[in-house]
């Protein structure tokens, strides 16, 4: 499913966020990525999507060569992925419903079937009723579960999120988790850097630890391992 | 591209136009103000071309025969004239003929030449092209039993300077405008993309293609041409035709006078649309293009 060899990422200031790392990720996994703040989770997980590409050393995702894939795939690549950002990235001048539908239009299907879908996915984050609101209308919790909702409505084999948990209440954090075990259940694997000890802790999966660009420790049903 | 997607790309465009309200209304005033000189300079121009080549056809040469030449000499130096492929027509006036016309423009007072006649035979010569006068004049002038040939000379050759100086600074002011309007066009659309481009980061993030991206900035460019042109052109239709009816009447009959504003103004108003639908269009074009590489 998403397989990297000997990796490495040096952004164009000299900085060196990934410095080899190999790992393999099987279908239906669930994966935290822990590790310090700047220890290189996001570009780890950016690498994934091709938001950013590798300096060195070859990724497999889906059965995309992503470090070898022509710009023209890349939406291919991106479509057969969820990603929920750390930031949201919701479309402002779109409305909830709008934004979740954006990710079907892209990929041309047949409005009838957007229509279905979306509404599907609207009712499994519990924001139906806000289908008609603008982002900035609505709580940060309110817009992770937007984001939740767009990351999977195209049914993504692999679902990447980016501290979807952060800056939010326990409450909101852990009915996001149900989510992401629901659909886990389904089958969808699940790649989610975060620094939300509880969690890792309390619902117990696959902990990958990155520290200084490297892989520290990879430990099924392991624990967050870190004081804060 | 199917036809759902079409259909929400122009929703998506005209939606756009509505919620960046007040960028919309800059680039369509952009367009408006430059297409409005532009449309100015192009019935300026229009009506220069119009007088030169009123001018240029009014101007021909005068033959004075000899007045020592019989009738076979006359009939030789007419034939010679009329063989020269430089010419577009010609006319045999008689002294008697000149004398009246004359008299009829300028008064009784001639009359009293009609005893003596002291005017030449001569033949009127209009040049195929205006430029060939002087050259012509110099050939006919050649020919044996002319007297004198003339054409106004010095003043001629000085009016067509005028008017081809005038008819290229003209093109000259009218590209440069052009140049200036895509650029400034462009510029306002880019400035409004540049506010979008998170959404145009996000969309290709969403797994949307650059051609998907693109296409309603595409249409949305058309729509904001289109919007700008419609008040150059309906000024261009209407003030002209208002101009010429009220300077029409003024200068009927005499050398210089306006175009007439059918078809012309609406030409230039066809103009002004597709240029500034071409300008719309280039201009999101040349400013989407530097965010889609994500
Ligand atoms: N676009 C960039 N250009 C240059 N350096 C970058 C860029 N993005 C990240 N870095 C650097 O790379 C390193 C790893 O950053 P990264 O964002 O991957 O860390 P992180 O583990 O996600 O941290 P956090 O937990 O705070 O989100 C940091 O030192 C950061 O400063
Ligand atoms: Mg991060």
Redesign the interface.
């Known amino acids: 499913m998403i397989e990297m060899q000997d990796v490495y990422k040096k952004y164009d200031n000299g900085m060196i966020a990934v410095k080899g790392i190999s790992v393999k990720i099987n279908k239906g996994e669930f994966v935290y990525v822990v590790g310090p703040s700047g220890a290189g989770k996001t570009t780890f997980i950016k690498l994934m999507y091709r938001e950013e590409r590798a300096t060195k050393g070859s990724i497999i995702v889906n059965n995309f060569n992503v470090t070898k894939l022509s710009d023209q795939k890349v939406p291919q690549l991106r479509r057969q992925l969820g990603v929920v950002y750390q930031d949201f990235k919701l479309l402002p001048k779109l409305t909830v419903y709008e934004n979740v539908a954006f990710a079907l239009e892209v990929t041309e299907a047949e409005p009838k079937v957007i229509r279905k879908r979306v509404a599907e996915v609207l009712q499994k984050v519990g924001l139906t009723k806000k289908a008609k609101h603008f982002p900035q209308e609505l709580s940060g919790g309110e817009q992770q579960r937007v984001a939740i909702a767009r990351a999977i409505v195209n049914k993504p084999a692999v679902l990447i999120a980016d501290e979807p948990t952060g800056n939010l209440d326990p409450d909101n954090a852990w009915s996001i988790m149900d989510i992401f075990n629901d659909i886990n259940q389904d089958g969808t694997t699940i790649v989610m850097a975060t620094h939300n000890k509880d969690i890792v802790n309390t619902m117990r999966r696959r902990v990958i630890a990155v520290e200084d660009g490297v892989i520290v420790r990879d430990e099924y049903g392991g624990d967050y391992g870190y004081e804060h | ?2 036809i ?2 079409i259909r ?1 790309h122009f929703r998506e465009s005209f939606r ?1 136009l509505g ?1 960046n309200g007040w960028m919309t209304f800059a680039s369509i005033s952009a367009v408006t103000v430059t297409l409005m000189i532009v449309g100015v300079f192009a019935m300026l121009m229009a009506n220069v071309s119009h007088i030169a080549s009123n001018l240029e056809q009014d101007v021909e040469i005068k033959v004075l025969i000899e007045l020592t030449a019989d009738a076979e000499a006359e009939q030789q130096l007419v034939n010679a004239i009329a063989h020269m492929p430089a010419i577009a027509d010609y006319e045999y006036s008689s002294k008697e003929q000149e004398l009246a016309t004359l008299i009829e423009d300028f008064g009784d007072d001639w009359k009293l030449y009609e005893q003596s006649n002291p005017l030449h035979n001569v033949i009127y010569v209009r040049a195929l092209q205006p430029k060939d006068i002087p050259h012509l004049a110099a050939e006919i002038n050649n020919l044996s039993n002319t007297a004198d040939v003339v054409y106004g000379e010095e003043k001629v050759e000085r009016l067509f300077d005028a008017l081809s100086l005038a008819r290229n600074i003209g093109f000259f002011l009218i590209v440069g405008l052009l140049f200036t309007a895509v650029f400034l066009i462009s510029n306002t659309i880019r400035i409004t993309i540049i506010a979008r481009g ?2 145009i ?9 650059n051609s ?1 991206v693109r296409m309603p900035f595409l249409l949305e460019g058309m729509w904001l041409g289109m919007l700008g042109a419609l008040i150059p052109m309906g000024l261009t239709i209407v003030l002209y035709h208002q101009l010429y009816d009220v300077v029409a009447p003024r200068v009927s009959g005499q050398l210089i006078e306006l175009v007439p504003p059918t078809p012309v103004v609406y030409e230039v108003a066809g103009l002004l649309l597709l240029l500034a639908i071409a300008i719309g269009v280039v201009g999101s074009f040349m400013s989407v293009r530097k965010f889609l590489r ?1």
């Not at chain 2, 980061?201 to 293609?209: D, Q, R, S």
């Open positions: 591209m199917n759902n997607t929400r756009s919620r998170d959404e980061e996000i969309m290709k993030l969403v797994g949307a293609t998907f994500i």
